[in-house]
């Protein structure tokens, strides 16, 4: 059973436009999410995150969203560039929960394309 | 380098093969994890450790995984009697402290044929 979701595989947006990946989960424990960036033979990159007493955080072009009610998170950016080309995984801990609290789950992720 | 340094990078094993994965993280960065991505996955948490202590190892999937740090800094995940289903990306990630600030290596991608 997926815990976390991105139900995308892959999304191609114009240069300059925006981006919105998005990313559903089920566990009602997660209290911390966040977005990594993967490019093709490198590891993940930390990219932002939220924290679920917040629904929103900006950092930059990339923006976080987050609905709680809906068990759902979006990233957005503005305006998209091709350097932003490459797979997004939206990734969830229980940050305050003890147990488990070190460990991420992570979705299948999103190839995002930015075509100039 | 200052990152997570993983090797070998590609490690192709004749099933029924041991094999060893080095995980060398940044200097000083107490935590370090290692994951298992497969094809089309998302990466997934197979053991946690603080120092040298192994806290927690309930992602590994058999008895086959095993995954040291004895002087809580390099670690090494061992495979024993590799099968094809073990065949994925193993990524090893090091922080300070929580996950939030982890920093990933580049993985090492294990082909078992």
């Known amino acids: 059973d997926q815990q976390v979701k991105q139900n995308s595989p892959s999304l191609s947006v114009q240069e300059g436009r925006i981006s919105i990946l998005n990313c559903d989960y089920t566990?009602?424990?997660?209290?911390?999410f966040l977005w990594y960036k993967k490019y093709p033979a490198e590891g993940p990159t930390f990219l932002i995150s939220i924290s679920s007493i917040k629904d929103k955080n900006e950092d930059g072009r990339f923006t976080v969203f987050l609905n709680k009610s809906a068990k759902h998170l979006s990233l957005h950016i503005v305006p998209s560039q091709p350097g932003d080309s490459a797979v997004y995984f939206c990734a969830a801990s229980r940050r305050e929960s003890g147990a488990g609290s070190y460990q991420l789950t992570f979705g299948k992720g999103t190839k995002l394309s930015v075509i100039p | 380098g200052a990152g997570v340094s993983q090797s070998p990078r590609y490690k192709v094993a004749k099933r029924g093969q041991d094999v060893a994965l080095r995980c060398d993280p940044i200097?000083?960065?107490?935590?370090l994890f290692w994951y298992q991505q497969a094809l089309g996955q998302g990466p997934e948490f197979l053991t946690y450790f603080q120092n040298e202590a192994q806290l927690d190892k309930s992602g590994l999937p058999s008895d086959r995984f095993f995954a040291e740090r004895p002087e809580g800094s390099v670690s090494t995940l061992k495979i024993q009697r590799t099968q094809q289903e073990d065949s994925a990306v193993y990524l090893c990630?090091?922080?300070?402290?929580?996950?939030?600030?982890?920093?990933f290596g580049q993985g090492t991608r294990l082909t078992v044929v």
């Open positions: 200097s000083g960065h107490v935590s």
């Open positions: 566990n009602s424990m997660f209290d911390y």
């Open positions: 990630a090091s922080s300070l402290g929580t996950i939030t600030e982890a920093f």
